[in-house]
């Protein structure tokens, strides 16, 4: 069975930076594709980034030029390095896994996630 175990969330001041971590086990891992998503309070969860199994990435406009995402096929591990954070960055982010190479935002075509974890960013 699939699981995801989201780590490195925190709380950071605007400008700041955090790398967020999600641990994969349960399945072939490189052949999937990879997301992160995040939700903030009273707001639907939002596609923010993805990476397929031979690392094409793909970015929401939003955090394009400011977040990096990356996987390590050999430590079934995903990543997001977050530079430059703002307030509206804040919210609890999450992994997600879908079998296949296509790239999706609607949270409906994954079919596995992690339990999140948080990101804050305050002054």
């Known amino acids: 069975q699939v699981q995801l175990v989201e780590s490195g969330g925190g709380s950071v001041q605007p400008g700041g930076s955090l790398r967020l971590s999600c641990a994969a086990s349960?399945?072939?891992?490189?052949?999937?594709?990879m997301a992160w998503f995040r939700q903030a309070p009273g707001k639907e969860r939002e596609w923010v980034t993805g990476?397929?199994?031979?690392?094409?990435?793909y970015y929401a406009d939003s955090v394009k030029g400011r977040f990096t995402v990356s996987r390590d096929n050999a430590k079934n591990t995903l990543y997001l390095q977050m530079n430059s954070l703002k307030p509206e960055d804040t919210g609890m982010y999450y992994c997600?896994?879908?079998?296949?190479?296509?790239?999706?935002?609607?949270?409906?075509?994954?079919?596995?996630w992690g339990q999140g974890t948080q990101v804050t960013v305050s002054s």
């Open positions: 349960g399945y072939t891992y490189s052949l999937y594709y």
């Open positions: 997600a896994a879908r079998y296949g190479v296509l790239s999706y935002t609607q949270p409906s075509r994954y079919n596995d």
């Open positions: 990476v397929s199994g031979g690392g094409r990435t």
